[in-house]
């Protein structure tokens, strides 16, 4: 029988968690119920109580309770949850994990389940689920299946009582069901990639090559979600090479606009050693999604509308030195084999011959100041096509398999 | 053998959703093909074509493809896969649900999504899952389980394929066990109420008076989103009776500040004639969440942060004219009982003698302005108690109880 980790806050919880094990139970699986309150005794009795938790933690709950400092009564247990979890699961005491709450209860519930890994059955009920300023909570989750509670979770109502069972339903599903992410014997190496809609031929072109040589290419979309999630599976050892032909995360973050991916992107494969091909793809735009959240000082620039959710500027020369000096510095922390390939005539699908925002002076720029910052180790390579040149994409597909892995 | 209903593009993702549906069938489940792709002919023989749906939505597919309009294709699609899936639903031919996509796929999976009921097995895939600016994709998917795909849904990678066993994996999990949300028999009379922080002692002690006595309260938390689900919880007939104490969404959407909850909040139990008593609560806030949203026309007014995330200003002499106004036009729609009481004393928690907030005349200036534009078939109740008084939620819940329902 499958092991399901039930974690919540049993003091001022306790009927709705209740219900969620018994239905785990009624469904074939077997709760392990982990008290993470802080506030009171538990509403029964559970098979790790949050006394334990609070001594992973590194303090004990006395104290915690004695600080009555809310802030630091969560981080402690969020703390000592992370520990727990990634200890039942490499003792393999667990085959899924589950979790239900509201603001708070969330934030714990999304770090508890941040702690396992890709693969291994996760689900959040959750109030805030799709409230959009409480999706920081859900950044880390990974995998974690996520729904809407629709009513607080407080009382037990038809309506909750309805999410419950249906969380219950899932997470035993998922148990019984899903294999732990591994790799398929005989598959080939695996190349992390980086899209957007404006370098989508480039990719594709690499992607293609790629898998008719048996290589197994994971493309992450360039939302700022993506690219911290592309970071991330590089850190956790997923993936044997990288082409970054995506940076338009960088620009966002370099100027303070949504969307970055904040100050570890384009540094993970380099700090790790693992080979990396980049090209400063889709860098030429300022993404402004939804467009209102464009600031007056970029009023009056050249700019495009992508789609009616997204307003595009166009970096400037000044802008692009910038850019240019930051994409550097972050290379610059590379301790692998690192190489820039530099596509001449362009750098997205609108920096083009004969496209609105089509600027060799600012593309000059950008080039000339990596090339100046980039460290003598680091290989610039020019190629006199555009990024989305078939011919482009043949050469950096190329230049992975046979000079990289 | 359940039947699952598998949503997608079927000539851009076709290799995908031939994974996502040999999963289904190894999990145990039936899964019935229906292609919503309009650019192709989708990559396998669906069970239900594009040609059907497109016919559905009133344009046929081949019109679809001359027009070239992406929006307009998009929109006729999603009109034809919410008739198919609900007509699939009432003929009992699926108990279950799945898509995967992109933003845009996420959207049509989404409007899919909706059309199906509460308690129906319905899980989605998606790229933009925990995207904050993507969230409205979600906002009408009730209790959807939502999963972030991490890498893009092209090509079938390792990370996708360990992704897409986990969907099928949920979504057969939920169908094998989770039940068609159905009022339990003996259940008492349900009734919604609207809960913030600093309503929450009023609406705690109506909910154990109206538990005790054999009712189901129904909690929504008015983070906007709560606000839009509780309407349509009234509107689709799940709720008996309605006790709206927290109207803070009205503020939020009058004075055009984020947390709104649409121009049909406050409206929708009125027009039903469902009967329902209004309490002015948590009016008195004007809420940015996060801090830096706060337009700097407030720089200056009376604020507190009611957490790290949530700054609050008073609403002035003014502002409650203005508000009494909207509220009074809200209710005037009421076909049905309405009532509304108010307390004296004062609308929240900090509007509360003594506490920050506090201003009885702003607040007289609210009541004062409802009862002139109320039309006078809405009883107006004064009780001079402060909305967090245990005597004010008795009396609420006795009058739901005893005159109401």
Do not use: W
Not at 40 to 69: H, M, W
Not at 85 to 107: D, F, P, Y
Not at 326 to 339: E, F, H, M, P, Q
């Amino acid at each position: 029988m499958k092991t399901i980790a039930v974690i919540g806050a049993f003091d001022t919880k306790g009927r709705e968690f209740s219900y969620l094990r018994d239905r785990i139970e009624e469904y074939g699986a077997h709760p392990l119920m982990i008290d993470v309150g802080v506030l009171g005794e538990p509403q029964f009795r559970p098979d790790i109580t949050a006394v334990e938790i609070a001594d992973l933690s590194g303090t004990g709950l006395r104290r915690l309770r004695e600080q009555r400092n809310r802030k630091a009564a969560n981080d402690a247990m969020i703390r000592g949850i992370k520990a727990m979890v990634e200890k039942l699961h490499r003792e393999g005491r667990i085959q899924g994990a589950v979790s239900m709450g509201g603001g708070q209860g969330t934030h714990i519930a999304a770090s508890a389940m941040s702690a396992l890994p890709i693969g291994f059955p996760k689900v959040i009920l959750s109030t805030v689920a799709t409230v959009a300023h409480a999706q920081s909570h859900f950044e880390d989750i990974n995998d974690t299946m996520v729904m809407n509670s629709l009513v607080d979770i407080q009382g037990l109502n038809y309506l909750l009582r309805s999410s419950i069972r249906e969380t219950a339903a899932a997470v035993v599903g998922l148990a019984r069901n899903a294999e732990i992410l591994s790799l398929p014997a005989g598959a080939g190496k695996r190349i992390a990639m980086s899209m957007f809609g404006i370098t989508t031929p480039c990719v594709s072109g690499i992607q293609e090559k790629l898998e008719r040589n048996g290589y197994e290419a994971l493309v992450f979309h360039t939302t700022g979600m993506g690219g911290r999630i592309m970071e991330k599976a590089i850190r956790t050892g997923l993936v044997d090479g990288v082409i970054d032909v995506t940076l338009g995360e960088i620009t966002s973050d370099v100027f303070g606009i949504p969307g970055g991916a904040g100050g570890d992107r384009l540094c993970t494969a380099g700090k790790k050693g693992i080979p990396q091909i980049i090209v400063p793809g889709a860098v030429d735009v300022l993404n402004f999604m939804p467009p209102e959240t464009m600031p007056p000082a970029y009023e009056g620039r050249k700019y495009l509308m992508h789609n009616t959710d997204l307003k595009v500027v166009r970096t400037n020369i000044e802008e692009n030195k910038i850019l240019g000096e930051d994409i550097a510095r972050r290379l610059n922390y590379s301790t692998g084999k690192t190489v820039v390939i530099i596509p001449l005539r362009g750098v997205s699908a609108n920096d083009c011959e004969g496209k609105e925002f089509y600027s060799p002076e600012a593309d000059r720029e950008l080039f000339k100041t990596m090339r100046k910052n980039l460290k003598p180790q680091i290989e610039v390579i020019e190629l006199d096509y555009h990024i989305n040149a078939p011919e482009f994409a043949d050469y950096a597909a190329r230049f992975m398999m046979e000079e990289m892995l």
